[in-house]
C-alpha cells in the first residue's frame, strides 16, 4: 500500500526516514539561503544544504545544526558558507522535544 511520502515525496531528508541508530556520510555540494516563517508568524533565514549524494537537502534552521556546522568547520556566524562545499557531514537522529512533544530530529557530525 503506497504511503503519503511515495505519492507526495519531500525534497528534504526527514528524521523519520533514518533507522533507529542510522548514520548517513554526504559531501556537500551547494547551499542555498532561504527564508521561512515561523509557527508564530516570525521570519527566520536558514541554508539549505545540497549533496552529491543524494537528490534530497537537509535545512540548516536551527541554532543546533548551525553551531555544529560553525564547530566542524571553524568560523562563527560569520562563516564563510562557500567553504562547505566539499567537506563531509555524517547524519543522524536524536530524540528531542518541540514544542513540548516529543520528536526526532536529524543532527549533524564529523565524518569517519
Same mark, same amino acid.
Given at each position: 500500500m503506497p504511503s503519503f511520502s511515495d505519492v507526495a515525496p519531500s525534497e528534504f531528508l526527514r528524521a523519520d526516514q533514518f533507522r533507529e541508530n542510522e548514520e548517513r556520510t554526504y559531501t556537500i555540494q551547494a547551499w542555498k539561503?532561504?527564508?521561512? *516563517?515561523? #509557527?508564530?508568524? #516570525?521570519? *527566520?533565514?536558514? !541554508? #539549505?544544504?545540497?549533496? !552529491?549524494?543524494?537528490?534530497?537537502k537537509l535545512g540548516i534552521y536551527n541554532k543546533v545544526n548551525r553551531e555544529k556546522?560553525?564547530?566542524?568547520?571553524?568560523?562563527?556566524? #560569520?562563516? %564563510?558558507? %562557500?567553504?562547505? !562545499?566539499?567537506k563531509r557531514v555524517t547524519l543522524y537522529t536524536i530524540l528531542t522535544e518541540v514544542a513540548g512533544k516529543p520528536a526526532r530530529a536529524i543532527r549533524l557530525k564529523a565524518a569517519k
Open positions: 539561503p532561504i527564508k521561512f *516563517k515561523q #509557527d508564530n508568524g #516570525d521570519e *527566520k533565514a536558514g !541554508v #539549505d544544504l545540497e549533496f !552529491v549524494e543524494t537528490k534530497s556546522l560553525y564547530e566542524l568547520f571553524g568560523g562563527g556566524y #560569520d562563516f %564563510d558558507l %562557500d567553504s562547505l !562545499v566539499g
